[in-house]
């Protein structure tokens, strides 16, 4: 059974800096990864998703890095600003199968 | 257009109410899914819908009733719920081609309390 992992679970950062969130995952055989955003009481904003061939993906200040063979992928959120505060879902999908396996989330704050 | 729509929004029901949840997508989507989320948990998958066919049932209580009556809309029936059913109810949906599945979009929620 697939196990993500998202740590911290909660971190703040003053505005301006490099948010840099973690995600890993048991099982390198994932067809794809998404990052997700929620901010309370929402549903989820898809940010990214990186398919098992790719490396990464970017889209404006976001950037989305996926290494299998260790497990790993990172959501970079370039000078952060405080709109940026949410919740960052990590989710992983598996080959033939529409079950997403979700970490439990990064809470952020961004500290004006 | 990626939007899921929800509807509606904030329900409150009674143990011994029958009331649904309706979403919709026009993005072409044959997958369409049903999350409960707690608060400061992630999603947990109810049901998969996969061309109108129920494909997965997360063993969801029988008391939760879903519903595809077209490849746009998605229903869930709910009937007798217990006090710890409150949560907020997720829609979500994505494309599906042979077997394979991509990026799933979600819709905004109901927020649901059961009184």
Same mark, same amino acid.
């Given at each position: 059974?697939?196990?993500?992992?998202?740590?911290?679970?909660?971190? %703040?950062?003053?505005? @301006?800096?490099?948010?840099?969130?973690?995600? %890993?995952? #048991?099982?390198?055989? $994932?067809?794809?990864?998404?990052?997700?955003?929620?901010?309370?009481?929402?549903?989820?904003?898809?940010?990214?998703?990186?398919?098992?061939?790719?490396?990464?993906? #970017?889209? @404006?200040?976001?950037?989305?890095?996926?290494?299998? %063979?260790?497990?790993?992928? #990172?959501?970079? $959120?370039?000078?952060?600003?405080? @709109?940026?505060?949410? #919740?960052?879902?990590?989710?992983?999908?598996?080959?033939?199968?529409?079950?997403?396996?979700?970490?439990?989330?990064?809470?952020?704050?961004? $500290?004006? | 257009?990626?939007?899921?729509?929800?509807?509606?929004?904030?329900? =409150?029901?009674?143990?011994?109410?029958?009331?649904?949840?309706?979403?919709?997508?026009?993005?072409?989507?044959?997958?369409?899914?049903?999350?409960?989320?707690?608060?400061?948990?992630?999603?947990?998958?109810?049901? =998969?819908? *996969?061309?109108?066919?129920?494909?997965?049932?997360? *063993?969801?209580?029988?008391?939760? *009733?879903?519903?595809?009556?077209?490849?746009?809309?998605?229903?869930?029936?709910?009937?007798?719920?217990?006090?710890?059913?409150?949560?907020?109810?997720?829609?979500? *949906?994505?494309?599906?081609?042979?077997?394979?599945?991509?990026?799933?979009?979600?819709?905004?929620?109901?927020?649901?309390?059961?009184?």
């Amino acid at each position: 059974k697939q196990e993500v992992t998202q740590i911290p679970a909660a971190l %703040s950062v003053p505005e @301006g800096e490099n948010l840099v969130l973690n995600c %890993s995952f #048991t099982d390198s055989a $994932i067809y794809n990864l998404q990052w997700f955003r929620q901010d309370p009481g929402k549903g989820l904003t898809s940010l990214l998703l990186i398919q098992s061939s790719q490396r990464e993906q #970017t889209s @404006g200040r976001l950037n989305a890095s996926l290494d299998k %063979s260790s497990g790993r992928s #990172t959501l970079y $959120i370039a000078a952060s600003q405080p @709109g940026d505060s949410a #919740t960052y879902l990590c989710a992983v999908g598996a080959y033939g199968n529409n079950r997403l396996a979700f970490g439990k989330g990064n809470q952020v704050v961004v $500290i004006p | 257009d990626t939007e899921v729509t929800q509807t509606p929004k904030h329900l =409150v029901m009674g143990m011994t109410n029958k009331k649904s949840l309706k979403c919709e997508q026009h993005m072409g989507h044959r997958a369409m899914y049903w999350y409960k989320q707690k608060a400061k948990k992630p999603p947990e998958l109810m049901f =998969v819908y *996969s061309y109108e066919k129920l494909s997965i049932n997360e *063993s969801v209580p029988s008391r939760f *009733s879903p519903e595809c009556p077209n490849s746009s809309l998605l229903n869930l029936h709910l009937h007798a719920l217990q006090p710890e059913d409150s949560a907020l109810y997720l829609c979500a *949906s994505s494309q599906e081609l042979k077997g394979s599945f991509y990026e799933q979009y979600f819709g905004p929620g109901t927020r649901l309390t059961v009184t």
